[in-house]
């Protein structure tokens, strides 16, 4: 595909525009002003539809489950966690119609060209491994559960198809999840109509308190944020034109309102009794009538494929985005291919202890993406006063840029936060060890020490440059 600096305008007919049914080619290169296509609004069921699934209704149902606390308590952190982190990602989203590349290269600010191979790096296993494993394990529960087909053999189904749709890339994910949301949307309001005629409201809770709370929202938190990472990578082809308040708001609307509405359905499905021995899919339909009941495992599956197609597709974009001379050959398209081979083998070992896998998966990503976001808004935040776009675009561009203290605040920001503030089953921080009314504060932590150095630290490299 023809490509041209992400500051130049260009006449050259579009190769990929808005094809639907063609493998894109583009990789981590500004896309070309000829390229550029879409409006704003496409980003509203983009991000709505990957967490209208069973990922997001587990949210909720650790916060009663496993935190302690009651169905209230619980609604309240996952709307205040949501909410944080879905402002974050309409603001980031800002910086695709601006640049034309995806998110990891937006990195390359922050943390110069060599210090962003370990954030891309660290997004492209969290993306294709983690989250990719997290989804189809969802997937897979629910075909088992849906057709009796045993869970290896179901996984494996679920993750051609998700594996398919990142690999024809990014028109075709755009388009999977328009038609995807309203099918999504219907079922899960009506699964969330059922659930909270037969749920428990009233319930005290199993005494969280506090430190539960802090749980629940950075569980929250870290499932909305863990989107962060991929944010231009979905509204990097649209016009430099692009309303900018649009594309801020539908993102983040789309990403609150799925995952708050969601992720409450599944609080209220906590305070339910379920069947003993049940998986995690079972447990969650099983007070359902039947008819419903297979309709919510339909959608548990085209919500985790959903998902996992932005995973995927965002893993190799990430890849790309390390800048290493890869062969011709291995272009995004293989490079899903071989992210999902991996993610694959992840989700099969976690095949028999998905529910405990899932919350530590959910903590751990808050406390890397904590820190990052605490460096990257705060470089947004100073280059708006300092640069100009034209500026910027060179130094996308200019392998030679450095910027140290972004990679040194990052690390010294996840040093601190998680030795302290952990709160995980295999290791306890120093401070909720003492003080367990703390929680896991390491997400808040993390970005507020990362966010505070980089300022002090990135002002002090400014004038000495």
């Not at 703390?438 to 020490?449: E, M, N, P, Q, Y």
């Amino acid at each position: 595909m023809t490509t041209a600096p992400a500051s130049s305008p260009t006449t050259i007919a579009p190769e990929y525009g808005d094809r639907v049914i063609a493998v894109e080619t583009a990789g981590s290169e500004p896309i070309p002003d000829a390229e550029r296509h879409g409006s704003p609004l496409q980003l509203l069921w983009t991000w709505a539809s990957p967490n209208i699934e069973f990922a997001t209704v587990y949210i909720g149902v650790i916060s009663v489950l496993f935190f302690g606390l009651s169905f209230w308590q619980a609604a309240a952190a996952i709307l205040l966690g949501t909410a944080i982190g879905a402002l974050t990602q309409g603001v980031l989203s800002l910086d695709g119609p601006r640049f034309g590349v995806p998110q990891m290269v937006i990195g390359r600010f922050s943390f110069g060209h060599k210090g962003n191979l370990l954030p891309s790096g660290v997004n492209a296993v969290v993306a294709g491994v983690g989250w990719f494993a997290v989804n189809s394990l969802s997937a897979a529960f629910a075909l088992n559960t849906l057709t009796g087909l045993r869970p290896l053999p179901s996984l494996l189904l679920v993750v051609v198809a998700e594996i398919l749709i990142g690999f024809i890339g990014h028109n075709f994910v755009h388009v999977f999840e328009k038609y995807a949301f309203p099918a999504l949307a219907v079922v899960f309001l009506l699964a969330g109509v059922w659930t909270f005629k037969d749920a428990h409201l009233g319930g005290g809770g199993g005494g969280g308190g506090l430190g539960g709370f802090l749980l629940a929202f950075s569980t929250a938190w870290g499932y909305a944020a863990g989107w962060n990472p991929y944010a231009t990578d979905y509204s990097r082809y649209l016009p430099r034109t692009a309303n900018k308040f649009k594309t801020v708001l539908y993102p983040a609307v789309g990403l609150f309102v799925s995952v708050a509405i969601v992720a409450i359905i599944g609080a209220a499905s906590a305070t339910i009794v379920a069947p003993k021995d049940a998986s995690p899919t079972a447990a969650f339909t099983g007070h359902l009538p039947g008819w419903l009941g297979n309709l919510v495992l339909l959608a548990i599956i085209l919500g985790a494929v959903s998902a996992n197609a932005l995973n995927i597709y965002s893993s190799a974009i990430s890849i790309t985005s390390l800048g290493l001379k890869l062969p011709a050959w291995l272009g995004r398209s293989v490079l899903v291919v071989l992210s999902g081979v991996v993610g694959t083998a992840a989700a099969w070992a976690s095949l028999s202890d998905a529910g405990s896998a899932y919350e530590a998966f959910l903590l751990i990503i808050a406390y890397w993406v904590g820190p990052w976001l605490g460096v990257v808004l705060t470089e947004r935040w100073l280059q708006s006063r300092t640069a100009t776009d034209e500026e910027l675009s060179r130094r996308l561009g200019d392998a030679s840029y450095t910027n140290w203290p972004g990679l040194a605040a990052l690390l010294i920001g996840v040093a601190v936060s998680v030795p302290l503030f952990s709160n995980q089953e295999k290791y306890v921080g120093w401070v909720p060890e003492h003080w367990a009314s703390f929680g896991d504060i390491t997400c808040l932590v993390g970005f507020a020490v990362s966010a505070g150095l980089y300022a002090v630290l990135r002002g002090r490299f400014a004038a000495k440059a």
